[in-house]
């Protein structure tokens, strides 16, 4: 079993631009959650996948779009890039559906390092 | 908004010590209380947590213990060894997402 899988590891993208982050949950996992890690910070909640459809969102701008695909991977995108949104993003998958509050484990990839200059 | 408070920010423990961290959270319907640990460069790793329905839950070295009445839960590593070096993050479930703390910068001295 894979894990959680995210590609890219690291980019490296200049203020304006577009990025496009993915994602490939757990072998039996159908929800996806999106987190971003500011150095020196706890992860932040942006947004989770279930079904294709974005199911909650964190306090983030629209700037910050996903998508979920059939196969339960998940795709990431950031517009119109800030310096700001330098940070670690990770992407966590959770089996079955459930949302956290219904006891069920999130696994986490290792993560895609963003550096916007 | 929900939040997590962790405690100390910062742990130094000679080896062969235990280690306590402790969290407090905010949202009184949380159910679940995962602990993370996170080595430099890499993706937070799941190693203990306890629901609502029980007061202590252990694993071998690490144990976790809640108190829903006080909100607050802790992790307790007994017999720390170098690779218990690591960044330590609490989390709480909160409508759909996870909630974490800050982070315990955990620094095991030899």
């Known amino acids: 079993d894979a894990g959680v899988t995210q590609s890219p590891t690291h980019l490296i993208k200049t203020r304006g631009q577009q990025v496009t982050l993915r994602c490939s949950p757990k072998?039996?996992?159908?929800?996806v959650s999106w987190y971003q890690q500011a150095l020196g910070q706890g992860p932040q909640f942006i947004f989770q996948?279930?079904?294709?459809?974005?199911?909650q969102r964190g306090n983030f701008p629209d700037r910050f779009s996903g998508h979920q695909f059939p196969n339960y991977s998940s795709e990431l995108n950031v517009n119109a890039l800030l310096l700001g949104d330098s940070a670690l993003y990770l992407c966590?998958?959770?089996?079955?559906?459930?949302?956290?509050?219904?006891?069920?484990?999130?696994?986490f990839g290792q993560g895609t390092r963003l550096t916007v200059v | 908004g929900e939040n997590v408070e962790q405690h100390p920010s910062t742990l130094s423990v000679q080896e062969g010590d235990s280690a306590v961290i402790k969290c407090t959270y905010s949202?009184?319907?949380?159910?679940?209380f995962p602990w993370y640990k996170q080595e430099l460069g890499k993706g937070p790793q799941l190693i203990i947590d306890?629901?609502?329905n029980v007061g202590e839950k252990k694993d071998q070295r690490i144990a976790v213990t809640l108190n829903k009445t006080a909100k607050h839960f802790s992790l307790h590593i007994t017999e720390t060894q170098p690779e218990d070096s690591a960044v330590y993050f609490c989390?709480?479930?909160?409508?759909?997402?996870?909630?974490w703390g800050a982070g315990t910068k955990l620094i095991i001295k030899p």
């Open positions: 966590a998958s959770s089996p079955l559906g459930g949302p956290i509050s219904m006891n069920t484990e999130a696994f």
């Open positions: 072998s039996g996992h159908d929800t």
């Open positions: 996948y279930y079904e294709e459809e974005e199911r």
């Open positions: 949202d009184s319907a949380s159910n679940y």
């Open positions: 306890i629901r609502s």
């Open positions: 989390a709480s479930d909160s409508n759909y997402q996870l909630i």
